[in-house]
């Protein structure tokens, strides 16, 4: 079975550029998300989707992150325009429904 | 403040003792889930209980939604078992994951 796949798995941008990281959640899952990893936040919330509906979109990230499912089988967030603040692992996760959550194995941004 | 509070941030065992790890939670959670990260950094599922307790070899884990609480007990502590463990719970809206910041477990020989 393929878990969650997660592309690219390193990317390094410059800052005020625009990156697309992808996600292709686990085949029949309902719920997908995306996560932020930084060793001083640990892990945070960026979004949510159920059946491909936004049901929650992060607050504070708002403004330059965005996240989209245009189908049940890939989502991509955009980070536009980047910041070295933005440095951290990205992660991808899909459930079905209410159980476990699968991760995939993250992208890693370095933004300079 | 945080709504899943995890403890301890760090725990050093020997080889063959044992510990619990704690997460406390401020609100009613519905569901509770136990991760740890492997050494490519990814979360790797080690439970998800809604009620009670469940077992999986070395590890136990029990969560207790009206208390507030879940626990994860590893035994006989071996040296692979170090890493990071992290739990997260879901909020009675059911969709809504929070992270505790993550115990750092060392096991020395």
């Known amino acids: 079975d393929a878990g969650v796949t997660q592309t690219p798995r390193h990317e390094v941008a410059e800052k005020g550029q625009t990156i697309i990281l992808k996600c292709e959640p686990v085949?029949?899952?309902?719920?997908l998300f995306w996560y932020r990893q930084t060793k001083i936040q640990g892990l945070e919330l960026l979004s949510y989707?159920?059946?491909?509906?936004?049901?929650?979109d992060g607050g504070a990230f708002k403004d330059r992150f965005k996240a989209e499912m245009l189908n049940s089988s890939f989502s991509t967030l955009k980070i536009q325009p980047t910041e070295p603040k933005d440095s951290a692992v990205y992660l991808c996760?899909?459930?079905?429904?209410?159980?476990?959550?699968?991760f995939g194995p993250g992208t890693r941004l370095l933004v300079l | 403040g945080d709504q899943v509070e995890q403890s301890p941030s760090a725990l050093s065992l020997h080889e063959g003792t044992g510990s619990a790890l704690r997460c406390n939670f401020t609100?009613?959670?519905?569901?509770v889930q136990w991760f740890r990260k492997n050494s490519r950094g990814s979360l790797i599922n080690l439970f998800y209980?809604?009620?009670g307790t469940k077992e999986n070899g070395r590890l136990k884990s029990a969560f207790d939604s009206k208390e507030r609480y879940s626990t994860l007990h590893i035994r006989d502590a071996q040296l692979e078992d170090s890493g990071t463990y992290f739990c997260?719970?879901?909020?009675?809206?059911?969709?809504?994951?929070?992270f505790g910041k993550g115990t750092h477990l060392h096991v020395l020989p």
């Open positions: 989707f159920r059946s491909k509906s936004l049901m929650e």
């Open positions: 997260a719970a879901g909020d009675t809206n059911a969709y809504k994951v929070i």
């Open positions: 209980l809604a009620s």
């Open positions: 085949s029949g899952h309902n719920d």
């Open positions: 609100t009613t959670m519905r569901a």
């Open positions: 996760a899909s459930r079905d429904w209410e159980d476990t959550q699968y």
